[in-house]
């Protein structure tokens, strides 16, 4: 039997809601580095006359980092307490804005790595954070988290072109404005560092002092980490190519353009409704099925469904993207006994998961020169869809993570 949860009503002491605004603030800038080159990268190639091949290079270059850093962030919160390891990631992110704005291209793609580095501690760590210091209000403080994530997300990418554009700022500004978020991200954490640290430390004392199994060996964060890894896979090879498909079909940039906006813009709702009702819910595979209806409908549409309903299944692609995100990072906690665990439950899935999100749009344009048409690689999204549905099966059943030796997973 379940014990019965303590009140949660949002009384919160003073340091609690300093503390949320730190998390919002720093989740402000998880995304919006990345979602601000995209509409200038036009721009940042013809001036510092680079290829096009390093041009898109800076859109992989901080997955790669997402993917090197991740499994190692688990032990470094462990060293050094998660508070002041995030810290240091801001430090490290607003180091890399600053470089990537000078106007070097080797400053530019040092600095995006450092971004990279610096996005993927605060990916790791964050859902574990909100399971240590918002116990009862998970499912909530996510929602919140990731609707400032998104927001800023679609914000950057709304602006950067204007600021570049019609600004004396350019391009160097477009991307360095974002280095104020940070830095104001990094003035509100001051508070924390000390004060989380020992905490942190307190909990670690109260641990099981047992030999651990390897996350990796666990077969339900396996599950987990493909739902995440795919879920990554479906939202960039959708921003990579769906507006691409919509112009062969012969929309125009600018329309196609503003269905790539319509996605993310039916994310934003999901973000916060999915974690909220999964904190609430005994079981997720509801939510999991809700999440696949949603791509079928979505991509089966784009593939098999009328062109006058386009920005319908793109909706639906949106609702599914929103959910489908929502519903991974309220797994780290929900599937978790500990803080630690879901450290490292969270490394270990955005490793891969950005691994999978760096390759997804690569073999997509390989099927599309190797076929000559949109068909196979529109199948791809479906395929994808319908294992991340079956690993989401997995994962959707109320049981937690068991890494002690001879132990089942229940």
């Not at 530019?108 to 954070?129: K, R």
């Amino acid at each position: 039997m379940e014990k019965e949860r303590p009140s949660k009503h949002l009384h919160f002491p003073k340091s609690q809601w300093v503390l949320l605004a730190g998390i919002l603030f720093l989740a402000a800038t998880i995304r919006s580095p990345l979602t601000s080159v995209g509409p200038i990268i036009g721009n940042i190639r013809d001036q510092l006359q680079i290829s096009n091949s390093l041009a898109g290079f800076l859109t992989t270059i901080p997955l790669l980092a997402f993917a090197i850093v991740s499994p190692f962030t688990p032990r470094l919160a462990k060293r050094f307490g998660m508070s002041r390891t995030l810290f240091y990631a801001m430090i490290i992110l607003l180091l890399g804005i600053i470089m990537r704005s000078v106007g070097n291209s080797i400053l530019l793609l040092i600095g995006t790595f450092l971004i990279g580095v610096g996005i993927a501690f605060a990916n790791v760590l964050l859902p574990s954070l909100l399971k240590l210091s918002f116990p009862l209000h998970i499912g909530l403080m996510t929602g919140l988290y990731s609707v400032s994530m998104s927001i800023s997300a679609t914000l950057a990418s709304g602006i950067a072109s204007p600021i570049a554009n019609e600004t004396v700022y350019g391009w160097q500004g477009a991307l360095g404005i974002w280095g104020v978020i940070t830095l104001l991200a990094i003035i509100v954490w001051i508070p924390q560092i000390r004060k989380k640290k020992e905490v942190i430390k307190t909990a670690q004392k109260n641990m099981k002092t047992k030999p651990a199994l390897p996350i990796w060996r666990s077969p339900l964060a396996w599950s987990i980490t493909i739902f995440m890894g795919l879920q990554s896979f479906l939202f960039y090879t959708t921003a990579s190519w769906i507006p691409v498909v919509l112009q062969t079909n012969g929309m125009t940039a600018d329309a196609a353009g503003w269905m790539l906006a319509l996605v993310q813009l039916a994310q934003l709702p999901m973000m916060f409704i999915i974690p909220v009702v999964a904190d609430k819910v005994r079981d997720q595979r509801i939510l999991v099925v809700a999440v696949f209806a949603c791509y079928l409908i979505g991509y089966g549409g784009v593939q098999f469904g009328s062109e006058a309903l386009t920005a319908l299944w793109m909706i639906f692609i949106g609702l599914g993207g929103g959910s489908a995100f929502g519903l991974a990072m309220m797994f780290f906690t929900l599937r978790t006994n500990t803080p630690d665990q879901a450290a490292s439950i969270s490394g270990m899935a955005q490793s891969i998961g950005y691994l999978l999100a760096s390759v997804g749009p690569v073999l997509f344009g390989i099927l599309h020169d190797f076929t000559g048409s949109w068909t196979a690689p529109l199948y791809t999204f479906i395929v994808v869809a319908t294992i991340l549905f079956i690993s989401g099966m997995y994962a959707g059943k109320k049981r937690y993570i068991s890494l002690e030796p001879k132990q089942n997973e229940s």
